[in-house]
């Protein structure tokens, strides 16, 4: 049972990864995922089932903090529908087919989760650091082809990872289709969410083997990701406007800082399991 001081610190830190949403355009889920491990493993969630409720509640709270910044950038006249489409349309499929290989089984447990985030993080911190910003596309174009191979990859990484794949997005969009990073941004808020409620309805319709609160359906534990939920209504939006007057530097420095720390905290836990 989670205590009330328990409820203000998931709301609060829930915040930070709900500025990032919207800041950076990753969907909240680099903050959430640390957040999740400690409160659902403090219930009583355990290996193969503590990575489905991470994952499952991590994408569930992202339906939110996407939403939002994806309506703030509208608000703000930085909306890409078209973009939005073809990379969303690719990698709902892949998402909700790669939860469901993960679910069918046991062999994606808390080892092979904590492996596979740890190198998503590295990689592309090291990406972020050491490419330099990359002059943006003139042509306002861009063949569908590029979006397409983003989401479906994306959707992928969805799915393993609970990050929303804007991990993804926005480097392979700035890096390989030579977008500006705040358009980028944009349009990876615009996908998330669809991604996120694709999975997220899938989860809420699976049984969980491990009931930890009365107030659970599925794997996603309500106690846990409505303090996250409110608090993306206070700061996404910020998170949103103080991208728009950055600098593409200063957005990628901030990307790179944040994925390395959490890079680091997810290194010293894998470094326990052998001591």
Do not use: C, H
Not at 214 to 242: D, N
Not at 268 to 273: A, E, G, L, S, T
């Amino acid at each position: 049972m989670l205590a009330y001081t328990d409820l203000i610190i998931l709301f609060l830190l829930g915040s930070i990864g709900a500025f990032l949403s919207g800041f950076l355009g990753v969907g909240g889920g680099i903050i959430y995922i640390p957040i999740l491990d400690y409160f659902l493993s403090k219930l009583g969630f355990t290996d193969d089932n503590l990575v489905k409720a991470i994952l499952a509640n991590s994408l569930f709270t992202i339906i939110f903090s996407g939403t939002v910044s994806s309506y703030k950038q509208y608000k703000l006249g930085n909306f890409y529908p078209r973009e939005i489409f073809f990379t969303a349309v690719t990698g709902i499929v892949t998402a909700v087919l790669m939860t469901m290989l993960i679910k069918s089984g046991t062999w994606y447990n808390k080892s092979v989760f904590n492996y596979v985030f740890a190198s998503m993080l590295l990689f592309i911190a090291l990406r972020m650091f050491l490419k330099k910003a990359q002059v943006p596309n003139k042509s306002d174009i861009i063949k569908p082809l590029g979006y397409y191979i983003t989401g479906f990859i994306a959707g992928i990484v969805t799915a393993m990872s609970g990050l929303g794949g804007g991990l993804v997005m926005t480097p392979a969009f700035t890096d390989l289709l030579k977008m500006d990073i705040k358009k980028a941004s944009a349009i990876s808020n615009g996908v998330i969410p669809f991604f996120a409620l694709a999975v997220g309805l899938l989860n809420l319709s699976t049984p969980s083997i491990k009931n930890v609160s009365e107030w659970q359906v599925g794997y996603i534990v309500f106690p846990v990701v409505i303090p996250m939920i409110l608090s993306t209504f206070f700061l996404a939006p910020m998170g949103v406007i103080i991208s728009q007057k950055a600098n593409q530097k200063t957005i990628r420095l901030v990307f790179a800082g944040f994925i390395s720390l959490v890079f680091i905290k997810t290194l010293f836990v894998i470094v326990q399991q052998y001591l």
